[in-house]
């Protein structure tokens, strides 16, 4: 099997090390690829905007799979693309198509499928330019604080969290009106709040049947005790300590086989990765948003302990041979800490010299690049350190020594990772 990976970040680069120890490097493409994935497989130069160039490189390699990594891959209608073209429509797309990609790519979309399908989720009602008085008056019908998401995808920016009634009202009016948050906030979604610890579970599927993988707690604030302002992932865990057995029962009973089955019912073109954002209020799961492909950084912890093939997984599902089960896992913990460059997640600067002193093969690369010999950083998130322990405290110890032996000038990361967790560990 030869396989083709859409994306430059940590996630793609996980992926890609584990189908590449698999079905080895040679039959690994990532497009375009970092300063990492040329380790564990082939970078091609080129990006998924290039619908043409993605095409004529699975003509000429005989791509036989094709994952897009990002959302914004799926949201611009790749398969969809390459379904419509008679020259690769056989080559085996490992995602939604558009339309069932609006579960990530559309706030309303999602809210409305989970309603439909009775799949626990905060209250909500949206609102569009014309309606914004209505808007106003709902938010004076809640409680603070007040949650507003900007329906379209918003590069993770598109929601805020306040406290202050007429803020919040100005906020509205801002995305709305103003367009703060562009063509994302032509509607928003104004929400209940809930109060609750987070964490995510994703399953893989074929449209009928589904696989759970190991779950994840991430850390999205860049500052610690979770302050400040959101990023792509600071880090995560996996295991998650407070997901015992019976809150996954309930996970599996009133989220996971409902959606599963709701993407079918609901004639959606669904297959890929489905990851499960979620928060527990008492003991209860409660869905706070679809993303339609894998998660950044919960990646880097979910697929290093997938202990199971991922391609002959891909091929179940492409052959339609997939049953309902959980994957097997590495009982070890499995931790990562991001080194993001300063001034990360506003203004930063790039092309600093990276240096790093006895890497591991899990040390997965984000933000960076070869430029001749040279390893330098080309984004906010600069490197993802990952590594396992027996315990959860071991596994970060590890990540955490293996951060401090990375070098790059204004080098940021948080100390404070799995830190809320203790408390769940007996």
Known sequence: MRILILGSGAREHAIALKLSKEI???NVFVAPGNGGTQNCSSNVDFTFKDFDKVKAFCLQEQIEVLIPGSEEAIDAGIRDFMEADSEVKDVFVFSPDKHAGQLESSKAFAKEFMAKEGIPTAAYQSFT???VEEGHLFLASLKPPYVLKADGLAAGKGVLILNDLQEAKDELSSMLVDAKFGAASSTVVIEEFLDGIEFSVFAL?????????PEA?????????DTGLNTGGMGAVSPVPFFDDE?????IRDVVEPTIKGLKKQKLNYRGFVFFGLIVVNNDPFVIEYNVRMGDPETEVVIPRLAESLSQLIIDAKNGQLTNRIAAANPAFATTVFAVSGGYPEDYDKDKVITINDASETLFHAGTKMVGDALLTSGGR?????CYGATMREAL??????IESITFEGKYYRKDIGNDLEKFIK
């Open 24 to 26: 080895g490097k040679e």
């Open 129 to 131: 330019a014309e309606t």
């Open 205 to 213: 599927t074929d449209g009928d049947n589904y696989v759970l993988l």
């Open 217 to 225: 707690k991430d850390y999205k604030r860049i500052g610690e005790g």
């Open 247 to 251: 809150l996954k029962l309930k996970t």
């Open 382 to 386: 600069v490197l993802a350190a990952t």
């Open 397 to 402: 110890n590890a990540s955490y020594e293996e």
